[in-house]
């Protein structure tokens, strides 16, 4: 239940209807005091008339976020609800413990609507490794992974395990925030040629997107918020 608590869906509900709502993405909470980190592109996307939620799975309740801190250089926004009552919530990891090459996870919620009685969302769970990082300047301070974002799960952390020094265990930390997906150049396998026609059998690989910590770190500037680092 502690991972439904703490990453959790991300709801549009209108004003006047209720019982209705619409599912954005995903957020997770950074503290027991109810702070939280989603991409900017959800938070943009609640329309006047509407209001955002979360919606914790293990303790079947919906919190009202309010915008506290909205980046203007990363697609990332900081919101605060009420106190999420998150125990012991999971530090944040930066260098030397991360780099290409490794192991991360990603638990989101995945957009799958199957009808009108039915969530338009389920968990969905992804593992690999950062790949590379990103040297485009349109996805700056980026970690590229070696699976795709997909629909619903923007917003989710990077979440990674590493051995702790002198004991049999390891630490669970959040070494970024992923928001979404870029394909990679076209990656030709074979030709098939002759004199009447010529074939090409070819991939488009798909890479995620991370923001590293230190773009994480940024959208706390100003706010007060004591976030836990792992050291």
Not at 70 to 86: A, F, G, H, M
Not at 157 to 167: A, K, M
Request: aromatic share 12%.
């Amino acid at each position: 239940m502690y991972v439904e608590d703490v990453i959790v869906p991300l709801i549009a509900i209108p004003e006047n209807a209720a019982n209705k709502f619409r599912f954005l993405g995903t957020g997770f909470y950074i503290d027991e005091k109810g702070y939280l980190i989603t991409c900017r592109h959800i938070t943009d996307a609640v329309n006047e008339n509407e209001r955002l939620f979360t919606y914790q799975l293990g303790k079947r309740r919906e919190l009202e976020l309010k915008l506290i801190n909205r980046s203007t250089q990363y697609d990332i926004s900081l919101c605060k609800s009420d106190p999420s009552e998150v125990e012991n919530p999971w530090p944040f990891f930066d260098a030397p413990y991360i780099n290409i090459g490794s192991d991360v996870e990603v638990y989101g919620y995945f957009h799958e609507p199957l009808g009108p009685k039915e969530l338009p969302f389920r968990q969905r769970y992804m593992k690999g490794y950062i790949s590379g990082i990103s040297r485009e300047t349109s996805y700056p301070d980026s970690y590229e992974l070696n699976f795709p974002i997909l629909f619903g799960m923007s917003g989710s952390p990077l979440v990674c395990h590493i051995p702790i020094e002198g004991e049999n265990k390891r630490q669970t930390g959040i070494v970024g925030c992923v928001y979404g997906s870029r394909e990679s150049e076209v990656v030709h396998y074979t030709v098939i040629s002759s004199e009447n026609y010529e074939e090409r059998v070819s991939r488009i690989v798909e890479l995620g997107l991370s923001y590293m910590p230190k773009a994480l770190f940024s959208v706390f500037e100003g706010s007060g918020i004591n976030i836990r680092i792992f050291s």
